[in-house]
């Protein structure tokens, strides 16, 4: 059963912010700073559905599912990145887009009742602050008004910790040293893809509800081995022994290095994968 009271913050990756404050500003925003944000144009947002299975009373385990992507694209041009503290770091173009990509999961019968329902939004940004989620939930009730099931307590923004996205949207002056202070157009950006994200997950969830269709849900982990290293041995060794024993017992037993890899999949009940999440950094932050 899904409990919409309280949702954790963790790092998730996708497989398939203003405070009322305002943004703290770390240095003077000049035009440079600002940067150019690359319009959608031609690069029309496509949200995937996942496909469904129709309701069994003899499953109790299928759920409302519903999952939407967003555009979260900021400023390819003359901006700061985020992740490496590097101030000649700075956009020249841009590879490919950054996305927003929700998932939304209830345990409702015929409805999406709060209480019931949690949402994860997986943003391509190196981290996410708790600003975010309020402002794409305020930009969200623009939308939709305020007949709609996600709230701050079942609703968790969360960042793939890339180091390669533009930067200067945190609420605090010290995250935007390296980019010359807040870049407003960055954060828009970020507030518009996580809401419309969002937006095309509950449409998602209201058409499986409409149809009487269900999703599987399925947690899987394992020991992904030789894939990652820990970059500062030195420091990890500082860390208490019974801490480093428990952290090297995980997977293969790499010294300093936790290999298990989990994966949440949301599949169409017949073996068939449609979507899901996996933890990707146990240090990334999310609200």
Known sequence: RISGSGVTASMMTAVAMPAAGGLTRGGRTSGKVSGRRLGKGNHAVKHRRLRHVRASASNPEEFIVGCGTGDVTGPIDGVGMMGYAKIGQV?????????????????????????????????????????????????????????????????????????????????????????????????DAAVEGVAEALDA???????????????ALS???ATLAGAAVNRSMHAYRRNPASERAEVDSLGSGMEGVDETLTVLRMGDGHGGADGGAEGAHGGADGG
């Open 91 to 187: 956009t020249r173009g841009m590879w490919q887009r950054q996305w927003a990509r929700a998932f939304l999961v209830s345990s409702s019968s015929d409805s999406l009742d709060p209480s019931e329902t949690v949402a994860v939004v997986v943003v391509d940004a190196c981290m996410c602050f708790p600003n975010l989620k309020t402002a794409a939930l305020r930009a969200l009730a623009k939308t939709r008004g305020i007949d709609h099931p996600l709230t701050e307590a079942n609703t968790c923004v969360c960042a793939t910790h890339t180091h390669a996205a533009p930067g200067g949207f945190a609420p605090f002056g010290l995250y935007n040293v390296t980019t010359g202070g807040a870049v407003s157009v960055a954060f």
């Open 201 to 215: 997950a509950l449409d998602d969830a209201t058409d499986a509800i409409g149809r009487r269709s269900r999703c």
């Open 219 to 221: 947690l899987t982990r």
